[in-house]
């Protein structure tokens, strides 16, 4: 399996479910940890069970993947890792907390939906 093909069925799939603010970050060359970041903000707790749902089941269903999760929507973050890509789907407050594309700065901006 493609690991751009993964994100970018992950990218449709937020951006179909009206997720905000999407960004791929390709970080291949800067870390082990995966090959890409997918940063995605939801309004509310209810919008980013939504959307993390709606990726569950669409990975699930494309490539037959399942997902380790991290965090809750209501405390403002949840992480869906797949192996080479790892979501991250955060409320505004938390992602400019956490600044991940800040921290991941020297990674290649792929795509960027606002």
């Known amino acids: 399996m493609d690991t751009l093909e993964l994100a970018h069925t992950i990218v449709d799939t937020l951006e179909e479910k009206k997720g905000e603010d999407i960004i791929v970050l390709d970080i291949r060359e800067i870390s082990l940890l995966a090959d890409y970041f997918v940063i995605c903000s939801g309004t509310s707790p209810r919008m980013i069970d939504a959307l993390s749902e709606a990726v ?6 494309e490539h037959g ?5 991290e965090g809750a929507s209501h405390d403002g973050w949840i992480l869906a890792d797949y192996g080479d890509v790892i979501l991250h789907l955060f409320s505004p407050d938390k992602r400019a907390y956490y600044a ?3 921290l991941w700065s020297e990674g290649k901006v792929v795509l960027h939906l606002q």
């Open 65 to 69: 993947l399942h997902v380790r999760v």
């Open 56 to 61: 569950f089941d669409a990975v699930k269903k």
């Open 100 to 102: 991940l594309e800040d």
